[in-house]
């Protein structure tokens, strides 16, 4: 089994892993004062919550952006585990190489949100970071670190504000009634929320302008359930993605004419009105329950916010009656490819 730990200007999380698996994460707040003793009980009671030995433990990683906290936290793993800790930075093997005019400058928590997000999802790719800071990160599609641009995060933004204007409270990451606001929270959330939105749709925008090709875009962080939540902020983001993952469908599809069979992968077809790419809709069913569990697995989130993100979907069961073909993946992968063939057999 292997403990995993992100050590963040605002937090410490840390995750058990067994084999491919999350099996259990905690969070602490990060001080800078505490002891190696402080950090080994903290780290020991998790385990003992997750019914988990110290001699289960097979090796820790860390990747941390606090350099001041290291000495006593890499010190509490060999003093309670007996271990050396990996520690994430340049030079580690993660699958990715840096392409910037300074490796050594490159944080840990930009380098593992790179690697995970290519090891997932491929590349090229933009993985967003909605953290103490916001970063946006292009990884091309073999595995190089291309640079990116650092925004302020959204809890920096909030304190700038409380701490640097003397009559200014401070206030609860919320979006607002209304833009127009009536009071000083509420414009002050306003101000963040929407002015936020907006720094995310533009430098999406422009760093897919600028790489001219076309880029999954990945975000991690706290801001992806408020963009969730506001229907019109969605709807802007999809305004800028849609267009440009529309064209490329297209060009695939005319590149491809050749072939007998061409598969698209769309999700969002229906909420986006794209049936008419194709001369037939194959929908992979699965009940909506179990895709909560299977979401809330893939993507290590809480029920509450994969139940956000279905609901922003049009219904499985709607998709379902929609569908020319439909393929049940309530029984599991053999079952699924089982379906697969006998489709391909009977075209």
Request: hydrophobic share 40%; proline share 3%.
């Amino acid at each position: 089994m292997l403990v995993t730990v992100d050590i963040g200007n605002t937090n410490i999380t840390m995750g058990l892993v067994d084999k491919d698996e999350i099996i259990d994460n905690y969070r602490l707040t990060t001080k800078l004062e505490r002891t190696s003793d402080e950090y080994g009980f903290m780290l020991l009671s998790f385990l003992q919550a997750s019914s988990i030995l110290v001699d289960e433990i097979e090796d820790i990683i860390i990747a941390s952006v606090v350099p001041k906290i290291m000495y006593s936290f890499t010190n509490s793993i060999k003093k309670y585990f007996n271990k050396e800790p990996i520690i994430v930075g340049p030079g580690i093997k993660t699958g990715i190489r840096i392409k910037i005019d300074n490796p050594k400058e490159l944080g840990a928590d930009r380098l593992v949100d790179a690697a995970g997000a290519y090891s997932i999802h491929g590349g090229p790719c933009l993985v967003i970071d909605f953290g103490t800071a916001t970063t946006f990160d292009v990884i091309s599609k073999d595995g190089d670190f291309l640079g990116g641009a650092t925004a302020p995060g959204i809890g920096i933004s909030i304190n700038a504000l409380s701490s640097q204007a003397a009559k200014l409270p401070e206030i609860e990451i919320k979006k607002p009634k209304s833009v127009i606001a009536k009071n000083t929270v509420s414009s002050m959330q306003a101000g963040i929320i929407y002015g936020y939105i907006g720094l995310t749709e533009n430098i999406i925008r422009e760093i897919k302008a600028e790489y001219n090709e076309k880029l999954k875009v990945i975000s991690t962080g706290g801001l992806g359930r408020i963009i969730f939540n506001d229907k019109q902020a969605k709807k802007d983001l999809e305004a800028i993605i849609h267009p440009y993952v529309i064209k490329k469908m297209q060009e695939i599809i005319v590149l491809n004419q050749h072939l007998d069979l061409i598969f698209l992968d769309i999700p969002l077809l229906f909420e986006s009105n794209l049936e008419y790419l194709c001369d037939a809709v194959i929908v992979v069913y699965l009940k909506e329950d179990e895709e909560i569990k299977r979401l809330m697995k893939r993507d290590n989130i809480d029920e509450d916010y994969a139940r956000l993100i279905i609901g922003n979907q049009m219904s499985i069961e709607e998709k379902k009656m929609r569908a020319d073909i439909v393929l049940d993946n309530n029984q599991g992968l053999d079952e699924l490819y089982q379906q697969i063939e006998t489709l391909l057999k009977g075209r």
